[in-house]
């Protein structure tokens, strides 16, 4: 089995910072990639950002100069860090990993149980 296990989500008042960890585990061949999405209330869970193996990144346009994501591929781990937070930023913050469990399986996506993140105004 794969699980993925996310940590750091709270409450936090806006212009302060919060970083997220999120660490893969069990059968694991290789990790493609990993990234963070979002989901608030009443919308569609959307990216915030991904990484690479390789360590490119990408951004939502709404994080982009806030928000930086970073990678330990020898723990299986990615990181959030989170500044200059916004109210709008609230939501739950889902970790992904694209991954082989084997050298004969396909990639697949998993995700972790979600860690909220709440921005106070």
């Known amino acids: 089995q794969v699980q993925l296990v996310e940590s750091g989500g709270g409450l936090v008042q806006a212009g302060e910072s919060l970083t997220l960890s999120c660490t893969a585990s069990g059968i694991i061949f290789s990790i493609n990639a990993m990234g963070w999405y979002r989901q608030a209330p009443g919308k569609q869970r959307e990216l915030v950002t991904t990484?690479?193996?390789?360590?490119?990144?990408n951004y939502a346009d709404s994080v982009k100069g806030r928000f930086t994501i970073s990678r330990d591929n020898a723990k299986n781990t990615v990181y959030l860090q989170m500044n200059s937070l916004k109210p709008e930023d609230t939501a739950v913050y889902y970790c992904?990993?694209?991954?082989?469990?084997?050298?004969?399986?396909?990639?697949?996506?998993?995700w972790g149980q979600g860690t909220q993140v709440t921005v106070s105004s």
């Open positions: 990484i690479t193996n390789g360590g490119r990144t």
């Open positions: 992904n990993a694209r991954l082989r469990r084997t050298i004969m399986s396909h990639e697949s996506d998993y």
